[in-house]
């Protein structure tokens, strides 16, 4: 149980692109989601708190207006990176909170590279 | 934002012995959760401590959740090759919602 599925796992893609990565609980209901950035070699990076039906909540110096966030169901959260630069490419990942024991599962990441 | 200390940063051990790590941190937490991520791949939750003192084990792997609140270890006995990656501690209180993490322990097994 308490699987989390990312899509896609790899994008490469152009400058002044969007991105969309999807984040989805697969055998559990998750009202609050998370997203994370993790440079090479460094731990993860704290983006943005994202729950259902309400705006996300985003960490001090992350852009929300490059970097939307969308909790449109219980089993979906959404990262859209947009007018991609170079210096957005990096390993993001999300996490999926279950409700009762407060453990955070995380998605296999999406490695984005912008050219 | 905070992060957890964890010590040693990087581990070189053979294929057969046992290996320690901890985490500390200046604050209190209320959950201890230790993560593996392997290269490429999102963490992999290993443990989690609900109680100060309380001392929990999956398979080879043990660890404690300390009495202060403010630090965690966790132990691997008889490594093998696939206990090769990065181990995370994270900390979490109830109520805040969000994860700190640790700096992480990246653990190699020399042949």
């Known amino acids: 149980g308490a699987v989390v599925s990312q899509h896609p796992s790899r994008v490469i893609c152009k400058s002044g692109t969007s991105v969309k990565i999807e984040c989805r609980s697969l055998d559990f209901q998750a009202t609050t989601m998370f997203w994370y950035r993790q440079f090479p070699k460094k731990s993860l990076m704290l983006m943005a708190t994202s729950n259902e039906g309400s705006k996300a909540t985003y960490e001090q110096g992350v852009e929300k207006d490059k970097f939307l966030i969308n909790h449109a169901s219980l089993t979906l959260s959404t990262l859209t990176v947009t007018s991609a630069h170079p210096e957005d490419s990096s390993f993001y990942i999300c996490?999926?909170?279950?409700?009762?024991?407060?453990?955070?599962?995380f998605g296999p990441g999406t490695r984005l590279t912008v050219t | 934002g905070q992060q957890l200390n964890q010590s040693p940063q990087s581990m070189f051990i053979q294929e057969g012995e046992d290996v320690s790590m901890n985490c500390t941190s200046s604050?209190?937490?209320?959950?201890w959760l230790w993560y593996k991520q392997d290269p490429g791949e999102g963490p992999v939750l290993l443990i989690a401590?609900?109680?100060?003192?309380e001392l929990t084990s999956n398979g080879r792997l043990t660890a404690q959740f300390g009495i202060t609140r403010k630090d965690s270890f966790l132990n691997i006995s008889a490594s093998i090759p696939s206990d090769v990656g990065i181990y995370f501690c994270a900390g979490d209180n109830f109520g805040n919602e969000k994860l700190t993490f640790g700096t992480g322990t990246r653990l190699t097994i020399i042949p």
């Open positions: 996490s999926a909170r279950v409700a009762v024991t407060y453990e955070q599962y």
């Open positions: 401590l609900y109680k100060a003192g």
């Open positions: 604050s209190i937490f209320n959950t």
